[in-house]
T-cell receptor, first 114, second 115 residues
Framework: AQKITQTQPGMFVQEKEAVTLDCTYD???????LFWYKQPSSGEMIFLIY??????QNATEGRYSLNFQKARKSANLVISASQLGDSAMYFC???????????FGTGTRLQVFP | GAVVSQHPSRVICKSGTSVKIECRSL??????MFWYRQFPKQSLMLMAT?????????EQGVEKDKFLINHASLTLSTLTVTSAHPEDSSFYIC???????????FGPGTRLTVL
């Protein structure tokens, strides 16, 4: 069965520093998509970044980059130059095999301090 | 952009009443929309997948007669919680998929409180 694992329930980072949020996945399907979403306290889910299983290069979107290590089945999110507004829950997700459904991890709460 | 709206953002109702939540894709046509439920400090749980013009596909354990989903147009899906009970109190959030893109864009969510 497909599964997403986020082992860090909470992370702290100082403003302007970089932080890595871990995500590992399990699937037997060679074709899959990996996503990261940010959920601030307001509740909305904000799409951050996407990585396709066949993409040769790691995805980047501004201060967000995805460290995609296919052999290790990991898709860690790297946030560079953290800002106070980055404090939120972060969810890793994977598109389920053969469907449009997303499987979510349990999330990591990131707190950025001055 | 890919903007999804939800209405209402917050609703409080009495036990036994029905509540309708709207999900709209504002700047794109969404052939597929999804409805999720999120309990406090937990992850999102998919309730159902909604395709325009056809019946929704419900996840195992989700009562389709209790959670009525209608996807009447390419920009609107509605979730109606019928005969709501306090245990239905939760955060309901929808998402929309644009064309063949893998990415789901989420609405801001609706917080339902049933007294």
């Amino acid at each position: 069965a497909q599964k997403i694992t986020q082992t860090q329930p909470g992370m702290f980072v100082q403003e302007k520093e970089a932080v890595t949020l871990d995500c590992t996945y399990d699937t037997s399907d060679p074709s899959y998509g990996l996503f990261w979403y940010k959920q601030p306290s307001s509740g909305e889910m904000i799409f951050l970044i996407y990585q396709g299983s066949y993409d040769q290069q790691n995805a980047t979107e501004g201060r967000y980059s995805l460290n995609f290590q296919k052999a290790r089945k990991s898709a860690n999110l790297v946030i560079s130059a953290s800002q106070l507004g980055d404090s939120a829950m972060y969810f890793c997700a994977m598109r389920e095999k053969g469907t449009d459904k997303l499987i979510f991890g349990t999330g990591t709460r990131l707190q950025v301090f001055p | 952009g890919a903007v999804v709206s939800q209405h209402p953002s917050r609703v409080i109702c009495k036990s036994g009443t029905s509540v309708k939540i709207e999900c709209r894709s504002l700047d794109f046509q969404a052939t597929t929309m999804f409805w999720y439920r999120q309990f406090p400090k937990q992850s999102l749980m998919l309730m159902a997948t909604s395709n325009e013009g056809s019946k929704a596909t419900y996840e195992q354990g989700v009562e389709k007669d209790k959670f009525l989903i209608n996807h009447a147009s390419l920009t609107l899906s509605t979730l109606t919680v019928t005969s709501a009970h306090p245990e239905d109190s939760s955060f309901y959030i929808c998402s929309a998929k644009r064309g063949l893109s893998d990415t789901q864009y989420f609405g801001p969510g609706t917080r339902l409180t049933v007294l």
